[in-house]
């Protein structure tokens, strides 16, 4: 298995422009996760999916950030427009349903530097 | 509600042993324990669920008390490759993930 899939591994961009993070989830898995992480703030859940259904945004940091979940195996994290202040590494995980003590794979990553 | 580790940073030298601590404020259906190293994604270790059970493999190892809503995560013999920052991350009734803070761990020669 190939793991769980995200693109581009690193991004820079300069302030106000549109951002896209994507992710492909391990096959099979029910749940997907965006999270953001920075030394201040650690690791943050911004938003997740249960089969394809978004089911709780509330870390989602304000209206310039969205994400959608077209089928099972594709996920993006739209951010428009970028801050400097967005500049994190975020991460996209797969798993079983949330809460249900299934455990979270993690992608690589996406480091995101916004001039 | 966000776990609380402890201790946030520790240095062992190899052979060390060392406990990473994580607490809650709410009563615990799982513990999940992952470690990640610079630069890294978080590695998955291992999940304990209520019961109170303890698991390991190789030479780290994990507790949970449920009723305590604490565990702990036990490396024994450190070896370098141990460095790293160790995540536990809570469950609650049908909430997802919550992860502490994080403890990083030095080992050296």
């Known amino acids: 298995d190939a793991g769980v899939i995200q693109s581009p591994r690193h991004e820079v961009t300069e302030m106000g422009q549109e951002v896209t993070l994507r992710c492909k989830p391990i096959s099979g898995h029910n749940s997907l996760f965006w999270y953001r992480q920075t030394m201040m703030r650690g690791l943050e859940l911004l938003i997740y999916?249960?089969?394809?259904?978004?089911?709780?945004d509330s870390g989602m940091p304000e209206d310039r950030f969205s994400a959608k979940m077209p089928n099972a195996s594709f996920s993006t994290l739209k951010i428009q427009p970028s801050e400097p202040r967005d500049s994190a590494v975020y991460f996209c995980?797969?798993?079983?349903?949330?809460?249900?003590?299934?455990?979270?794979?993690f992608g690589p990553g996406t480091r995101l530097t916004v001039l | 509600q966000q776990p609380v580790q402890s201790p946030q940073a520790v240095i062992l030298r190899e052979g060390e042993d060392a406990v990473i601590n994580c607490s809650s404020s709410k009563a615990l259906y799982s513990v999940h324990w992952y470690r990640q190293k610079h630069g890294e994604a978080p590695i998955f270790l291992m999940i304990?669920?209520?019961?109170?059970e303890q698991k390991g493999h190789d030479k780290i190892s994990a507790s949970f008390n449920e009723k305590k809503q604490q565990s702990s995560l036990y490396l024994t013999a450190s070896q370098l490759s141990y460095s790293g920052t160790y995540f536990c991350?809570?469950?609650?009734?049908?909430?997802?993930?919550?992860f502490g803070k994080g403890t990083r761990l030095s080992v050296i020669a």
């Open positions: 999916f249960n089969n394809n259904v978004p089911i709780d």
């Open positions: 304990l669920l209520k019961g109170g």
């Open positions: 991350g809570t469950e609650s009734g049908n909430t997802p993930l919550v």
């Open positions: 995980a797969s798993g079983g349903l949330a809460g249900r003590g299934d455990t979270q794979y």
